[in-house]
C-alpha cells in the first residue's frame, strides 16, 4: 500500500474560468470549469461577491436600464427606466418621462409657447385635422382661424373636438396623446382637412413636419442615454428621440432631426452628439452628428451625418453601437468595425476611416463599455477589448477576452434577445459585467486580473443568482455600483441576499485534476479546504470520478466555531471522501448569506494505488 | 383695318379655333351666321396679315370683357359622391367580421352596383373615353359650359342604354352636380394635357416631370412614367413646363423669413406630414411653385381676358418665378430693377415661347427676347425687338387647340387642385388654397390676379407683349396695382449684360436646364485717363461680375453646391471664360492649343479631379458624408470655402463638403483666373491644368507607411542574419570585411 499523498491547489479559482482544457495540465494553474459568484480579491483569491442590495423602496417594477447624470452644477443622478417611464432617484424613484400613452408630435419648429401666434387667418376660415385613436376611426378637429391666434386657443380648440385623447405643446411642438396605455395605445394625426375648409397643420408657422407614430407601451426601456449640455437625451428605437432638461426634467425641442424615425444610439463625445442606427426608418448605416455645443440642433451648424454603406470591409453591414474614446469613432457593425480618427480641430467632416475589423462585429448596443484599459464588447465569438490606443497610427488590436470560456459565452447568446444584453464597468476593482438576464448569467471579467494563458487573458467569472437578474449597471461618483433589477435599483455592497428568493453560492469546481498520473489508481482519503469564512459557514464539497459526469458525491460541512473562532478567520475543513479513482474532480459551494468567503487553498488526499493493465 | 380693330368676344375666337365638329362641346352652334361672318372676317384679317387663323386669334387683342369662363353658373360642385360600402366577413376567420367603408361608385365591385349605377358608368366611360381621345383630357368638374353640355350628353347616353336595357333611371345620377367623377384629377391626367401640348405627345416625358414635381403623387400613383430630370428634359419640354407645370406650389410669401412657411404649403403641405423627406423644400421648388402660381394666374386672367392663354401661362409663370428670385436670399430687387427684371423676364419667356413655336432654337430665342427687353430702355441698342421673332402658324403645335378652349382651362384647372393641397395663394388679397374650389373661382372673379404685392411687382401691363403699343393694350378687366415708375436713367452696358446673364441663369433655373451663357460679354467703356492696368483691372473686375460665380450668387439661382448642376454651371462659365481669355488674344494660344482645348482640359482636369476626390474619399471613408456646415476645406488647394448654403429647413443637408469646397475652389480659380489680364491669365490657366495635389496627404501617408514597413522587414532580415551567423554576437562586416557594430550598421542604413 502506497503513502498517503497529498495534491495542493493553491488559490483555485483565482484564474477564473477555464472551459477550454477539462484536465489540469500545468499544476500552477487556478482555473475552475465553475466559477461562479466570486470576484478575484486584492491577495489573489477567488473571493465570493458582495451582494447587489435593493436601494429603492415602494417600487413594484423592474429597472432595465441606469445612467449616471452629472448635471452642470457637479450634481449626479442616477436615472433609470422601467415599466415605460423614465425615472430619476435611488431610495426614490420619481417618474420624469412617461412614455405608455401612444403619441404623435407635430413639429412646427419648436420653441412654441401658449401665447405664440398659430399663423392661422383672423377670419371664419376653418382649418382641419383628423385624428384615430387607439385605432378608431379618426376623429374630424375643426378649428375656426379667428378663435385659434395662439397657441392657447389652438389647444382648447383642438382638445374641444378630441376623445379619447389630448393635444398639448410639448417642447415647443405640438403632442397628440391617448389618454390610455399600453400596447394598444395609438395615436395617428393626419394633415387632412376633413369637412373644413383649409389644412390645419400645414397652415401653422413654421409646421416642418409630423413626426413617425410613437405607440404605447409597456415596457421598452432599452434606452440609451447621453448626457450634454444641461440636458439628458435618450434614444430608443421605435421611440421618439428625447431630450430632457436636467433641472426641470422638461421635453426640449430637437431641431431637424434628420432621421425619418427613430434612432437607437445617442452618445456624447468631442463636443457634439453622435446618433446613429434608425432602424425603423431604413437608415442603419448613418452615423448623424448634432451642432457643435448643441445637442438639439441637426440641421444647421456643422451638423451633418456619414453613411458608411461604402465604408463597411466587406460590402454590406449595419451599425449596432457607436463609442467615442482615443480621439477615435467606433461604429460598430454587426459583422464588422470602423475606426474613424477625428482631427485636431474635432471637425467630424475631417475624420478619417482609420482602421476597419472584418469578421468581428458587437452583438448589443449595450454590450459597449468604454473602459480606462480599452473598449469591451461582445461579438458573435465572444467577449473582445479594443485596445487603448496610444498612438495615433496606431490600428486596432482585438484580443478575445472570453478565450477560456467562450462556449459558455456564445450559449448565452443565443439564449438571448440582443436587446435585452446589457454591461456595466465597476472602475473601483475593474470589472467589466456582461449580462444575460432571461438566463440570469453575467459574466465578469476582471480586467486588472491575468491569467497565464498567452500571456494575458483575463479572469472571466460567471455571476448568477436566484430571481434577481442584474438588467443594468452603473457606477457613480461615490464609488458606488448599481445593477437595475426587480423592485428598482441595486447597490453592490454586503453580503446578505436581499430578500428570500434572492439567494447566490460561491462556487469553485476545479478541473480534472489525475494527481500527476492519470494512469494510476488512487485511493480517496480526505480534501481539506483553507478558507476565510465565519464561524457557522455552511458549504458542500462535491467530487466525481474519472469523468463520470452522472455521478457526483457530495459531503456537507460547517465552518466551527473552533477552527473559526476569530469570526471570520482562515481555517480549515476536511472533508473524508472515498472510493478509488485516477481523476478526482472536487467542488465546493458556498451558499453567501452575511459573510464573505475566500478560498485558500485546497489540498486532496489519497494513497496510490496499482497501474492497471489491460 | 390693324388686328387690334377686331372686335371678337372670348367665345368668337374659340369658335375662330375650333373645327365645326367640336363647337357642340363649347357650347357653341357648330354652323350660323354669326360664325359665317367671323369666318369671312378672320379670312380678310388672314389675307391682310398672311397669319393663320390660329395665329391670328393669338394676336387678337380681345376688346370685350365678358368672361367666358362662369363655373359659378353651376352651382357649388361636388366632386365625389360618397357611398357607404358593408365589406362582409371572412367566413372562414371566425375573428372577422364586416366592416363599413366609405368609397366612391367608380371604386365599388362591379358587381355591387346596381344597374342603373352600372348603365350610367358605361354612358360616362364611353363619353369620357372618347373625350380623352381627342383632347387628352378627362371630363372633370362641372365647370364650364362645355362640361355641362357633357354631362348633358352622358345622362342622354345613359337614359339611352338604360331603356336598351330596360333600366329604371336613377334621376340621382342625372344632372350637372350627380357626376361621380371618375376621373378625379390624377397626376397622370397632369401627364396627359401635358402630352397634349407636346410636340409628339410625349406622356412619358411629361410623366417624368409631373413625377419630379409631384413626387409624392408619383409614388401614389405608379403608373407615371419613371423618374426623368427637369434637366434632362429637352428644351421644348422645359419651355412648355415653364409656362404650364414648374412647379408644385407656391409664391406669395416667400421672404426669407416665411421660406419655412412656403416650404410647408408647397411640398411640405402636398406631403401632409407623411414623411420627412417629402417636407423638403429648396429654393427650386419656391421658384418652381411661383412660376405655377404665376401659371395659374396667367391662364385665369388670359382666359378671362379672353386672351391667348398659352401665352398668358407663361407670362404669369415666368413674372412669377421672377418674384421667387427677386426675394431669393434676401436681395430684393429695386423698383428700378424689378422693372428692367419685368422686362426683361417677359421678353425672354416670349423669345422663348415664339422660339419653341416656331421650331427654333430655344437659347436663341431666350437671348433675343431679352435683348429685346433690354433694348426697349438701354441705351445700346444691341438687341433684336421681340417684334422681330414671328411666330410660327399654331398647326405645329398638336394639342393647342384643346388647351385654348374654355373647358380645357378648366380641366386644367382642376388638376391643380389635386397636385397641391394645401398650396396658398395670394388671390384676391386674400391667402387662399387653391386647392379649394372657392378659392380658385374668387380668383377668377377677380381677374385671376396676384395679391397686391405681387401685383406692384409684376402688373400685368408691365408683362404686355412688348411689341404692342402702349395704345394698343387692352384694358385688363380687373383692377390691377400700378405699373412702378418707368426707368429713366440709362444704365451702363455691362449693367445689361448682367442682367441678361442673371436673367438667362434665372430661366436655367426654371426649367432646368443649363444652356450655355450668352457669349456676349460687353466690355467696360474705358474711361478718359484710365491706365491699361486700371482698365485691365476694370475689365476683370466686370468680367467676374458676368461669370456670377460667388457663393451667394449662385446660391440666390438655386445651385446647391455639391451637386452636377452646380459644377455644370461653373463649367458653363468656365468656357466663357476662356474664350474670353484667348478669344480676345488668339496670340496668346501655344502651338497646338485651341479654344476649344483649354475648354475642355479644365473640364478633363475637373472630371480627374473628381474621380481622384471619389477615390480618396472612399479610401477616408468619407464617401457618404453630408454637413449643413456654411464652409469646407478644398482638398485640391487647402483653402477652406464658403459654400453658398442655401436657407434649407430640415432634411435637407449639402452634399459631400469635400466635394463642395472642390466645386467652390474651381470657381475661385476661375473668378481670379477672369481677373487677370491675357497673358498672365493664359499662363494662369495652363498652371491649372498642370495641377497635381496630393489631396488629403493619402499618396505621402501611404509611402510613409510603405518606407516603415520595408524598413521593419529588413530589421528582421538583419536579425535573422546575424542570428544565424552570429549567433548571440552583435558583430557584422561592412563592405570592406570590417566588423561593425548592428547599431552603428543601422545608424547607416538610416
Known sequence: MGTLRAKTLRYPGSHGLNTIEETVVDENTRYGVVVTNGVVDSGGKLAARKEFTLQTTGFSNTTRVLWAHRSLNSVETIWSAADGQIYTGITTLTSRYDYRAGFQVVDVGGAKTSASSTGLANSTETYGLTVSVNGAAAQQVNVTGSSAQTYANLLVAINADLTGASCSLVGGNLRFISASNGVGSTISVLNSLGSASNLLLSTLSNFTAIRAANAGVSSAENWQFASFRGRVYAAQRAQYFTALDESNFTVASVVGQPWSNSVNCVIAAYGRLWAADDQEGGSRQTVWWSNLLDGLTWNSGDAGSLDVSNAWPKGQDTIIAIAAAFSRLFIFGRRSILLYTLPASNAPTGMTLTDVVENIGCVARDSVQVTDTGIYFLSDNGIYRIDKLAQTTALMTLPQVSYLYNEEVLAQIAAETATNIRSGYYPTEGYYALSFPTSNVTFVVMTRKVTPADGNRLVGLKWTNTGRPFYAFIFDENANWYSGGVNGIHRYTGYTPDGTSNAYSLTYTALWNPIEDESRLKHGKAITLVLEAASGQTGTLEWKHDYVSGTVNSNAFTCSTSEFAENPGIGHVSISIGGSFKVIQPSVIFPINGNAVTLHQMRIYASPGAVKQG | ?????????????????????????????????????????????????????????????????????????????????????????????????????????????????????????????????????????????????????????????????????????????????????????????????????????????????????????????????????????????????????????????????????????????????????????????????????????????????????????????????????????????????????????????????????????????????????????????????????????????????????????????????????????????????????????????????????????????????????????????????????????????????????????????????????????????????????????????????????????????????????????????????????????????????????????????????????????????????????????????????????LPLPAGDATLNPAEAARQRGLARSLQHLAALPGQQGAEYLRGLFGRDVDIFGLQSAYDTRAEAEKRAALEDEDFEYDDEFFGDEDFTVDEYGNIIKRRKRRKQRS
Request: aromatic content about 6%; proline content about 8%.
Open chain 2, 1 to 645: 383695318m390693324g388686328i387690334g380693330d377686331l372686335s371678337l368676344t372670348p367665345a368668337e375666337i374659340v369658335a375662330l379655333n375650333t373645327p365645326a365638329s367640336a363647337m357642340g362641346e363649347f357650347g357653341l352652334p357648330a354652323e350660323d351666321e354669326e360664325r359665317k361672318r367671323l369666318l369671312e372676317l378672320a379670312a380678310q384679317q388672314l389675307q391682310e396679315t398672311g397669319l393663320s387663323p390660329e395665329e391670328l386669334a393669338t394676336r387678337i387683342a380681345v376688346q370685350s370683357p365678358t368672361p367666358v369662363v362662369q363655373p359659378t353658373a353651376f352651382g357649388p360642385i361636388v366632386p365625389w359622391q360618397p357611398i357607404a360600402r358593408t365589406i362582409p366577413g371572412d367566413p372562414n376567420d371566425p375573428d372577422s367580421s364586416a366592416k363599413q367603408e366609405t368609397t366612391y361608385l367608380t371604386d365599388m365591385p362591379w358587381e355591387e352596383l346596381t344597374p342603373a349605377q352600372q348603365a350610367w358608368l358605361t354612358a360616362y366611360s364611353e363619353f369620357n373615353d372618347s373625350h380623352v381621345a381627342r383632347y387628352g383630357i378627362p371630363i372633370d368638374r362641372p365647370w364650364t359650359n362645355a362640361a355641362q353640355s357633357a354631362k348633358e350628353s352622358i345622362d342622354a347616353r345613359y337614359k339611352e342604354i338604360a331603356a336598351e336595357y330596360g333600366i329604371p333611371v336613377d334621376e340621382s345620377l342625372l344632372g350637372p352636380n350627380a357626376q361621380p367623377n371618375a376621373y378625379y384629377p390624377k397626376p397622370r391626367h397632369h401627364g396627359g394635357i401635358a402630352g397634349n401640348l407636346m410636340r409628339d405627345g410625349q406622356l412619358s416625358l411629361s410623366g417624368g416631370v409631373i413625377d419630379t414635381l409631384f413626387g409624392h403623387y408619383a409614388e401614389k400613383y405608379p403608373l407615371l412614367a419613371p423618374k426623368v430630370s427637369m434637366t434632362q428634359l429637352p428644351v421644348v419640354a422645359a419651355s412648355v413646363f415653364l409656362g404650364m407645370f414648374a412647379g408644385p406650389a407656391l409664391a406669395g410669401e416667400l421672404g426669407a423669413a416665411e421660406a419655412g412657411a412656403a416650404a410647408g404649403g408647397a411640398a411640405g403641405g402636398a406631403a401632409a406630414g407623411t414623411t420627412t423627406a417629402a417636407a423638403q423644400a429648396t429654393l427650386y421648388s419656391q421658384m418652381a411653385a411661383n412660376a405655377m402660381t404665376g401659371a395659374i394666374n396667367g391662364v385665369m386672367a388670359a382666359a378671362a381676358n379672353g386672351e391667348d392663354i398659352w401665352e398668358g401661362a407663361l407670362r404669369g409663370a415666368t413674372a412669377g418665378a421672377a418674384g421667387t428670385a427677386a426675394s431669393a436670399g434676401g436681395q430684393a430687387l429695386t423698383a428700378e430693377q424689378s422693372a428692367m427684371m419685368q422686362r426683361i423676364v417677359a421678353g425672354a419667356a416670349r423669345g422663348a415661347v415664339t422660339a419653341y413655336i416656331s421650331d427654333g432654337d430655344m437659347t436663341q430665342g431666350i437671348i433675343s427676347g431679352i435683348a429685346g427687353a433690354i433694348g426697349a430702355k438701354a441705351p445700346t441698342p444691341a438687341a433684336q425687338p421681340f417684334t422681330d421673332v414671328s411666330i410660327a402658324p399654331s398647326s405645329e403645335i398638336p394639342g393647342m387647340l384643346p388647351l385654348a378652349s374654355p373647358e380645357s382651362v378648366g380641366g386644367f384647372l382642376s388638376t391643380l387642385g389635386e397636385a397641391v393641397p394645401g398650396t396658398e395663394l395670394p388671390i384676391g388679397g386674400v391667402e387662399s388654397d387653391v386647392t379649394q374650389l372657392p378659392t380658385i373661382e374668387r380668383a377668377i372673379q377677380t381677374g385671376g390676379l396676384l395679391a397686391p404685392g405681387a401685383v406692384g411687382m409684376f402688373p400685368v401691363a408691365a408683362l404686355s407683349t412688348p411689341d404692342t403699343s402702349a395704345e394698343e393694350q387692352a384694358e385688363p378687366s380687373a383692377p390691377v396695382a400700378e405699373e412702378p415708375a418707368p426707368v429713366e436713367a440709362p444704365r451702363p452696358p455691362v449693367d445689361y449684360a448682367k442682367a441678361a446673364s442673371d436673367t438667362l441663369k434665372l430661366y436655367q433655373q426654371l426649367t432646368g436646364l443649363m444652356a450655355n451663357p450668352p457669349d456676349e460679354f460687353v466690355m467696360p467703356v474705358r474711361e478718359e485717363g484710365q491706365t491699361d492696368e486700371e482698365y485691365n483691372v476694370a475689365v476683370g473686375q466686370a468680367a467676374v461680375e458676368y461669370l456670377s460665380l460667388d457663393a451667394e450668387d449662385m446660391a440666390a439661382q438655386g445651385l446647391v453646391p455639391g451637386t452636377q448642376e452646380y459644377l455644370d454651371y461653373i463649367l458653363a462659365q468656365a468656357d466663357t471664360i476662356i474664350a474670353q481669355v484667348f478669344g480676345a488674344d488668339p496670340n496668346l494660344l501655344l502651338a497646338g492649343e485651341s479654344v476649344e482645348g483649354m475648354q475642355d482640359a479644365l473640364r478633363d482636369l475637373s472630371e480627374n479631379e473628381a474621380q481622384q476626390l471619389l477615390q480618396a474619399l472612399y479610401v477616408r471613408g468619407a464617401l457618404g458624408q453630408f454637413s449643413y456646415q456654411g464652409s469646407a476645406t478644398d482638398p485640391f488647394t487647402g483653402i477652406t470655402e464658403e459654400l453658398g448654403m
